[in-house]
T-cell receptor, first 113, second 118 residues
Framework: GDSVTQMEGPVTLSEEACLTI???????????LFWYVQYPGEGLQLLLK?????DKGSNKGFEATYRKETTSFHLEKGSVQVSDSAVYFCALPKGQAGTALIFGKGTTLSVSS | GAVVSQHPSRVICKSGTSVKIECRSL??????MFWYRQFPKKSLMLMAT?????????EQGVEKDKFLINHASLTLSTLTVTSAHPEDSSFYIC??????????????FGPGTRLTVL
């Protein structure tokens, strides 16, 4: 079945460092891909998405490019901030539109000043 | 953006009792709601899919008699953990979505409910 594999953390960085969180997927066809973020004590929020191959999703300085050749959707940010400390989840739809999501195991990012 | 609330945010109960968790979409009518369970250092695992006015669809391995889901309206779904045991202790998260027929439907997540069974 479809699945998502993302690098396990925790990832510990200093402020202004570069971030890459790897995510690869296995799926039939070309599903939409998502990155969700969970800040401490809060619910998951959609960070960015890409709906087709070669699309680049971006938000809050984060970017991810949908690469079908490598079945990857790596999350990147050029300069992280302390406020970026959170758990990041890569995800894809379980089935057709309107269905649940399949999540990776989550990567905890901790940024220190 | 769309807001989903959960109540309670935290509950501690004795083994053998039942606990009800509410999930509400506050400013939109949700076509579908989902219930997930999040284990420590683990991903979210889908438990069931809930559509208003119909029976929930449970994932393989999820006991439907233990985890009762009711979706009485387009803004409210409830998860009742019946005869809870310590192994049911977990973080339960709901999400809601609006089906538009597009290839992508954003899900809006509640803040989660921490259940501890003593």
């Amino acid at each position: 079945g479809d699945s998502v594999t993302q690098m396990e953390g925790p990832v510990t960085l200093s402020e202004e460092a570069c971030l890459t969180i790897n995510c690869t997927y296995t799926a039939t066809g070309y599903p939409s891909l998502f990155w969700y973020v969970q800040y401490p004590g809060e619910g998951l929020q959609l960070l960015l998405k890409a709906t087709k191959a070669d699309d680049k999703g971006s938000n809050k300085g984060f970017e991810a490019t949908y690469r079908k050749e490598t079945t990857s959707f790596h999350l990147e940010k050029g300069s992280v901030q302390v406020s970026d400390s959170a758990v990041y989840f890569c995800a894809l739809p379980k089935g057709q539109a309107g269905t649940a999501l399949i999540f990776g195991k989550g990567t905890t990012l901790s940024v220190s000043s | 953006g769309a807001v989903v609330s959960q109540h309670p945010s935290r509950v501690i109960c004795k083994s053998g009792t039942s606990v009800k968790i509410e999930c509400r979409s506050l400013d939109f009518q949700a076509t579908t709601m989902f219930w997930y369970r999040q284990f420590p250092k683990k991903s979210l695992m889908l438990m069931a899919t809930s559509n208003e006015g119909s029976k929930a669809t449970y994932e393989q391995g999820v006991e439907k008699d233990k985890f009762l889901i009711n979706h009485a309206s387009l803004t409210l779904s409830t998860l009742t953990v019946t005869s809870a045991h310590p192994e049911d202790s977990s973080f339960y998260i709901c999400s809601a979505t609006i089906y538009t027929g597009d290839s992508y439907n954003e899900q809006f997540f509640g803040p989660g409910t921490r259940l501890t069974v003593l």
